[in-house]
């Protein structure tokens, strides 16, 4: 009797360009926001947008950007996102076959369904590395993989792992590279600096079109009405991360970074925050970006060069940063853990 097929495990992330050159940052961007998932506008206003005023106004600061934070080895994300899919493929053995894919740029979504059918598996478990549940990134991630599945002449069984934003494994991984991060550091306040998003994308995943957004306190649990609700989970990963740091509750506070354009998105926003802290007396300040798993442009150049040269000069005497997941020793057994026991209900 033959041995069992492999399992599949495909990690999805969310990309970058493949060099921090204009021409490649201006490829990259024209299809990201080139998304509708995005950039929610109508297609010939989202066209005209994208390629009237964003591309030719971002296109360059964008790639100074990249050009702060690339490496050697190249894009953080990617470097990062490729060190823990291998060693995610150690730790799982043979039992599991491990593909990494970007939903936007390289390696592909088609790639990565290509090697896991060399591979020979059974079945595909997919794994969106968002921890928190939102359009722009798990379902633009999910529709994706589900179209280049479908152009393949044997689409293969097929499951996703959904937002993982409250599992213990996640919380106590990260809380446990925060910890050690933070360990030497007499910090007056951790911010907790999540992605931001259009109001509007909140208030559509409001199952009763009346809780999101409509008090202070919409997101001090997580109910029916907004499970899907990616600000109210935010604040699920913070309070339990909070938790296991044993902060006290007036030495935390969520913010929310990376907006674009002028519609209203979620608030407090991050550059804003940074000024009422120093007010407070807030001199010496540690950031957690825990939408993130891999360290990118959002949170080496965004936090750790950006808001870091905006805290020293407000007067803040140090900012320091906590590095994402990446490839931690922590994260990849808890990682292993929820793909072992997936569909099971969780436990630390």
């Known amino acids: 009797m033959g041995s069992r097929r492999p399992v599949g495990v495909l990690l999805i992330n969310l990309g970058s360009p493949t060099s921090p050159r204009p021409g490649a940052v201006r490829r990259y961007l024209r299809e990201f926001?080139?998304?509708?998932?995005?950039?929610?506008?109508?297609?010939?206003?989202?066209?005209?947008?994208?390629?009237?005023?964003?591309?030719?106004?971002?296109?360059?600061?964008?790639?100074?950007?990249?050009?702060?934070?690339?490496?050697?080895?190249?894009?953080?994300?990617?470097?990062?996102?490729?060190?823990?899919?291998?060693?995610?493929?150690?730790?799982?053995?043979?039992?599991?076959?491990?593909?990494?894919?970007?939903?936007?740029?390289e390696p592909s979504l088609t790639d990565a369904l290509g090697q896991l059918a060399r591979a020979d598996v059974e079945r595909v478990l997919a794994i969106p590395l968002f921890p928190q549940y939102a359009s722009a990134s798990t379902g633009s991630a999910c529709e994706a993989l589900f179209r280049a599945a479908s152009r393949g002449p044997k689409v293969p069984p097929l499951e996703v792992m959904g937002a993982f934003y409250d599992d213990p494994r996640f919380t106590a991984s990260l809380a446990t590279v925060t910890g050690e991060a933070l360990g030497n550091f007499r910090h007056d306040h951790v911010l907790f600096s999540f992605h931001g998003l259009p109001e509007r994308?909140?208030?559509?995943?409001?199952?009763?079109?009346?809780?999101?957004?409509?008090?202070?306190?919409?997101?001090?649990?997580?109910?029916?009405?907004?499970?899907?609700?990616?600000?109210?989970?935010?604040?699920?990963?913070?309070?339990?991360?909070?938790?296991?740091?044993?902060?006290?509750?007036?030495?935390?506070?969520?913010?929310?970074?990376?907006?674009?354009?002028?519609?209203?998105w979620l608030q407090p926003y991050t550059d804003h925050v940074l000024p009422e802290l120093r007010h407070k007396g807030v001199r010496r300040l540690a950031v957690v970006c825990p939408s993130f798993v891999a360290d990118c442009l959002e949170t080496l150049e965004e936090i750790g060069i950006r808001?870091?040269?905006?805290?020293?000069?407000?007067?803040?005497?140090?900012?320091?940063?906590?590095?994402?997941?990446n490839a931690h020793p922590a994260w990849i057994g808890a990682l292993a853990r929820m793909i072992r026991t997936h569909g099971q209900p969780a436990h630390p």
């Not at 950039?39 to 360059?60: D, G, K, N, T, Y």
């Open 33 to 105: 926001l080139g998304d509708p998932r995005v950039l929610e506008l109508p297609a010939p206003l989202r066209w005209f947008f994208l390629h009237a005023v964003i591309l030719p106004s971002r296109s360059q600061t964008t790639a100074a950007a990249y050009a702060k934070i690339w490496s050697a080895e190249g894009s953080p994300l990617l470097v990062h996102s490729r060190a823990l899919c291998d060693a995610l493929t150690k730790t799982l053995g043979d039992p599991y076959a491990v593909a990494l894919a970007m939903r936007y740029g």
């Open 201 to 264: 994308q909140i208030k559509r995943s409001d199952a009763s079109g009346r809780h999101c957004l409509s008090s202070k306190s919409c997101c001090a649990d997580i109910r029916p009405a907004n499970r899907f609700c990616y600000r109210a989970q935010c604040y699920a990963t913070a309070r339990a991360v909070a938790t296991a740091l044993s902060l006290a509750n007036d030495h935390w506070s969520v913010s929310f970074q990376s907006r674009l354009g002028r519609t209203p």
């Open 307 to 325: 808001a870091r040269e905006q805290w020293h000069t407000l007067g803040g005497e140090e900012l320091r940063l906590a590095p994402c997941l």
